[in-house]
């Protein structure tokens, strides 16, 4: 499982998400 920082496309702040099988899941 890989936890990752990046922008939102859709709100346009920081969202955490976390990688888990290759599939993002937004947090």
Known sequence: ??????????G?????EVRSGGAWVAR
Do not use: E, K, P
């Open 1 to 10: 499982m890989v936890l990752d920082f990046h922008t939102s496309r859709y």
């Open 12 to 16: 346009g702040r920081w969202d955490l």
